[in-house]
């Protein structure tokens, strides 16, 4: 929330409980007029019906990696999994060629990702920069 206040945005923090609560809460953000969503990955087991939500509150989410956007999300942007994935590798290769764990350096994410579904940029009337679209490391039309 922090983030948001350096950015001079107040951000808002909405209970979803389960499943049956999800189109009530989107519904309240319309009401309340909340302008964007960031849509936890905890809520993943219920993808369809979040997508179907935002997309029936017409509101523009943001998810934490792009296997939403395949679903119909509009945009996501997270840490390369495939780059750390192929990072965890190399340790466990290190760690069995006889490493110490606690000798290994920590890693932070060094790539990132950024996915748009224009498809859903559209449904939305939402324009995006081309900046933005050149930046983008996955493009669904």
Request: no cysteine; charged share 20%; aromatic share 10%.
């Amino acid at each position: 929330m922090r983030a948001g206040a350096t950015l001079n945005l107040t951000v808002y923090s909405f209970d979803v409980t389960g499943p049956d609560n999800l189109e009530g809460t989107f519904i309240k953000m319309k009401r309340d007029r909340i302008e964007a969503v960031l849509v936890d990955a905890a809520l993943y087991p219920y993808r369809k019906r979040v997508i179907e939500a935002i997309a029936a509150s017409r509101l523009p989410a943001v998810y934490g990696n792009d296997i939403w956007v395949g679903y119909g999300g509009l945009a996501s942007y997270s840490s390369d999994w495939q780059d750390i994935f192929k990072k965890a590798g190399v340790y466990a290769g290190k760690i069995l060629r006889g490493a110490t764990p606690a000798d290994l350096p920590v890693e932070q994410p060094s790539k990132f990702a950024l996915a748009i579904n224009m498809r859903t940029a559209k449904a939305l009337g939402l324009s995006i920069p081309p900046p933005l679209l050149l930046r983008a490391t996955q493009v669904i039309e």
